[in-house]
């Protein structure tokens, strides 16, 4: 089966992935986890993937931040074919062009906010007199600029998922891809982060790709696909 | 990634987690205490371990005669031969002695034995005390007084007695008071033998007195073969060595060296198994810091840490935590440092210090590249996927 999901014709698209297929071999057997999925994303969407549990969500956001491979398809962000890409060439996607938010809202233990923000720009070379700015800036959009010399191990869950979106965002990549970013927020915190999540995809040059069960914020979304069986069909 | 924020990471990682740390830091540290305290005190220790065999063997005394019993042109050591042997490298100090033989009349009984003349070293030289009394000093020799020192065996012969502080003592119908008893380890000879000023018995004792003999303390038993060989050469340049003789006890010699190598090596090996023990112990908690901290090497891939940023961090953490041993254990080893050298009196030179300091850094870095590579190649090739998913 070939589905094909896009909100408009055309090359300009950000993310581009085609026939993209994942299998596993859980030792009894093939399991087909994603099957020719298409996907294009625009500058300036956002993208909600919503799906039961076990469907493939997390894996697709997987590999379009290339941690995993796909068996087989293709996939290109801004042209370039990704997939070729060298562990060297990864890191630097991964660095400058992406930003990942953790259905667990996985922090550094045993760090601070301000910490766990300033190693993404560690990562990108950033100067060390810049950064304190930077971390503020990204701090303050989702409402914790009071917590930054806090440790993460004295947040509550909600201020931890905040500082996971702070995170993925404070290198300003040109893709955001969030796994249940909202799941532990309350509903104002949650909404504050879509507000967000539109500020930044404004500008027309980054896209967001959001997999959740909300059915509100994928209300809130461009456009919303759903993944069952490991097939992609926009809604 | 910048090496100043690498070295800022990694030591904000060691010290958060310094009491998992703590054991590994501690081990490590005394061993280079250790190491730093044999590096500087080693020396001052054999020196002072010289001095206390010598009390056993006299390995690093050198005797040194001519044999003018089998010459018709008597030898005795000339000033300047005196001089010259003295500056040879490896001697400590020197006496001069002659040898006559003298007699005594106690209570109608006669008493033949050895006179030996000698100077004020001679009884540091041959690490000789008074067990009685005193021994006579410059004081004495400078004025030529006539007292005298008996083997403790000669004193028991003649008085019956080895109480025998400030009597007379009729040698070769002159009479001399008796300053003190010779203690220390003596062989029979020296034990019925009398030791007067080698002035006094100059003056005094028929003949001529010829100072034919000499003994020599080197600074180790190190120096002794080299000192025994140069002595014919230096004396050979100075007078005549016309049935010159030195006298080393190689046995002996050879069996403090034995003795000295073994409790070297012993310190060596306990010194090596702390460093084992400590890279062992560095090994060991990278590898559990690997394990524990797999999500958080999952985490930083994802915001782009490249598989060398993951290394270099790991390893760097190893190697603040010998740096921290490191330095723990050079505060250690100079308080050793200078415990010991209160203890055995002298104070070894301040670049030993430093030797130590620097031998025991380049130990610090072999021993955490060594024993935080293989954790830190293993958490660098990690996939970030299964990483993240690690429970």
């Known amino acids: 089966m070939n589905n094909l999901v896009t909100s408009a014709e055309g090359n300009g698209a950000l993310i581009r992935v085609t026939n993209l297929c994942k299998t596993y071999d859980n030792g009894s057997g093939l399991v087909h986890v994603l099957r020719n999925i298409n996907l294009k994303v625009y500058p300036g969407e956002i993208v909600a993937v919503m799906g039961?549990?076990?469907?493939?969500?997390?894996?697709?956001?997987?590999?379009?931040?290339?941690?995993?491979?796909?068996?087989?398809?293709?996939?290109?962000?801004?042209?370039?074919?990704?997939?070729?890409?060298?562990?060297?060439?990864?890191?630097?996607?991964?660095?400058?062009?992406?930003?990942?938010?953790?259905?667990?809202?996985?922090?550094?233990?045993?760090?601070?906010?301000?910490?766990?923000?300033?190693?993404?720009?560690?990562?990108?070379?950033?100067?060390?007199?810049?950064?304190?700015?930077?971390?503020?800036?990204?701090?303050?959009?989702?409402?914790?600029?009071?917590?930054?010399?806090?440790?993460?191990?004295?947040?509550?869950?909600?201020?931890?998922?905040?500082?996971?979106?702070?995170?993925?965002?404070?290198?300003?990549?040109?893709?955001?891809?969030?796994?249940?970013p909202t799941g532990q927020l309350d509903r104002s915190h949650g909404h504050l982060i879509l507000t967000h999540f539109g500020e930044i995809v404004r500008d027309g040059k980054t896209s967001v790709v959001v997999v959740t069960h909300d059915p509100e914020m994928a209300a809130r979304c461009t456009r919303v696909c759903s993944l069952q069986d490991g097939i992609l069909s926009e809604q | 990634m910048r090496l100043n924020d690498l070295l800022c990471v990694s030591v904000r990682q060691v010290v958060r987690h310094r009491r998992r740390y703590l054991g590994v830091v501690l081990a490590i540290a005394l061993g280079v205490a250790g190491f730093i305290t044999v590096v500087t005190m080693s020396r001052e220790v054999k020196k002072n371990f010289n001095e206390d065999l010598d009390l056993i063997g006299g390995v690093t005394v050198i005797r040194v005669y001519f044999d003018n019993t089998r010459s018709y042109r008597p030898q005795w050591f000339r000033d300047q031969t005196l001089e010259a042997l003295t500056d040879l490298e490896g001697v400590k100090e020197l006496s001069l002695a002659a040898v006559k033989g003298g007699q005594t009349n106690y209570h109608g009984e006669r008493h033949i034995f050895m006179a030996m003349a000698v100077d004020e070293a001679f009884w540091q030289v041959r690490s000789f005390w008074a067990q009685r009394g005193r021994l006579f000093g410059p004081g004495e020799v400078f004025e030529r007084q006539r007292v005298c020192v008996l083997g403790a065996e000669l004193a028991r012969k003649v008085f019956g007695t080895q109480d025998v502080v400030g009597r007379s003592l009729e040698i070769n119908q002159e009479q001399y008071r008796v300053s003190g008893i010779l203690g220390g380890v003596t062989d029979s000879g020296m034990a019925n033998s009398v030791f007067l000023p080698l002035t006094t018995a100059q003056d005094r004792l028929p003949g001529q007195v010829l100072t034919d003999r000499l003994y020599l303390r080197c600074l180790t038993w190190d120096d002794v073969a080299q000192v025994a060989a140069a002595i014919p050469k230096v004396i050979g340049s100075h007078q005549s060595p016309e049935e010159l003789h030195v006298e080393v006890s190689w046995e002996g010699l050879k069996r403090v060296k034995q003795l000295a190598w073994w409790i070297e090596s012993l310190i060596y090996l306990a010194i090596s198994a702390t460093f084992i023990l400590g890279g062992v112990g560095i090994w060991n908690v990278m590898m559990a810091a690997v394990t524990s901290r797999t999500r958080e090497i999952g985490l930083k891939k994802a915001m782009g840490a490249e598989d060398k940023d993951i290394l270099a961090q790991f390893l760097s953490e190893a190697l603040c935590l010998s740096g921290a041993a490191t330095l723990l254990g050079a505060g250690l080893g100079r308080i050793m440092m200078e415990i010991m050298g209160i203890m055995i009196g002298s104070r070894p030179p301040e670049n030993l210090f430093f030797l130590g300091l620097v031998l025991a850094f380049v130990f610090a870095v072999v021993l955490g590249v060594g024993a935080g590579l293989y954790p830190s190649l293993r958490a660098s090739r990690m996939e970030v996927v299964s990483a993240i998913r690690y429970e």
Do not use: W
């Open chain 1, 52 to 180: 039961p549990s076990g469907s493939g969500k997390s894996t697709l956001l997987f590999i379009l931040g290339i941690f995993l491979h796909p068996t087989r398809g293709s996939y290109f962000l801004g042209g370039e074919n990704v997939l070729t890409l060298d562990r060297t060439g990864q890191a630097e996607f991964r660095r400058r062009r992406v930003g990942f938010v953790f259905q667990t809202c996985d922090l550094l233990e045993n760090s601070t906010v301000y910490e766990n923000l300033e190693f993404p720009l560690i990562y990108a070379g950033m100067d060390r007199k810049e950064r304190p700015a930077r971390i503020a800036a990204a701090l303050e959009k989702v409402d914790l600029g009071h917590r930054m010399h806090y440790s993460s191990n004295r947040l509550s869950g909600g201020e931890r998922q905040r500082v996971a979106v702070a995170r993925a965002l404070v290198n300003q990549p040109q893709v955001i891809l969030a796994d249940e």
